[in-house]
């Protein structure tokens, strides 16, 4: 069992709905989770930060971490064609030092008009 | 805005050619990375290093090495290309305080034929 799950997808929605992307995790140790936001040809880009558990929002976009269930979420309201891109969730133990993320293998997501 | 730089975009290169990609951050960052994303792998890291001259295996290091000799600076090396190392590459680098400085490069694509 790798120790980040996550589907690689497509999941393709209409525009204007609401996504899920989702993450699950094996090791209860992770304190800081992330989502990052690739598009087609280009590097990753952080999207959202968050530590421990709760949720965190910012404009459209929505992160949650239960961390009892081992398990993330990453909310897209009103979902854009411009949204179309790969969305790869990270989480670390620690944040600083030589802390290095631990990558799920990312959620393909089109969004069309 | 701060900026991780990746030298080529896209590079061909033919077997068995020394293969030099280059990395450069202007963010006065410690710590610096190299990944290679694979369709359905995810990213896998190379090497990284955590400070000038030093480095360490990630977890496929077979058949690259890397450099760095200033604190800017991190190439990754394929003393010999082969085909299957045809790939999309990725640096990143990130400070020692950590939070939200892990900051992905473009990428570059290389294709070795």
């Known amino acids: 069992q790798k120790e980040v799950e996550q589907d690689p997808g497509p999941l393709s929605v209409p525009e204007g709905a609401i996504v899920s992307l989702n993450c699950t995790y094996s090791?209860?140790?992770?304190?800081?989770f992330m989502w990052y936001r690739q598009y087609s040809r280009k590097g990753p880009e952080l999207l959202m930060y968050t530590y421990s558990s709760g949720n965190k929002e910012d404009g459209r976009f929505t992160a949650q971490v239960d961390k009892s269930s081992k398990y993330i979420s990453l909310f897209i309201r009103d979902s854009q064609p411009s949204d179309s891109a790969t969305y790869l969730c990270a989480m670390s133990l620690t944040s600083g030092g030589s802390y290095i993320p631990t990558f799920g293998r990312g959620t393909s997501l089109i969004v069309h008009p | 805005d701060v900026k991780v730089t990746q030298s080529s975009r896209y590079l061909v290169k033919r077997t068995g050619e020394k293969v030099f990609l280059e990395c450069v951050q202007d963010m006065d960052h410690e710590n610096m990375f190299w990944y290679r994303q694979d369709p359905g792998l995810g990213l896998r890291l190379i090497y990284f290093s955590y400070d000038v001259k030093m480095k360490e295996k990630g977890d496929i290091p077979e058949g690259y090495s890397v450099s760095r000799e200033k604190k800017e600076r991190f190439s990754l090396i394929l003393e010999s290309a082969s085909t299957n190392q045809t790939s999309m590459y990725l640096c990143a680098s990130s400070s020692r305080t950590g939070g939200t400085s892990y900051t992905f490069g473009s990428g570059t694509r290389l294709t070795v034929v």
């Open positions: 090791n209860s140790a992770f304190q800081y």
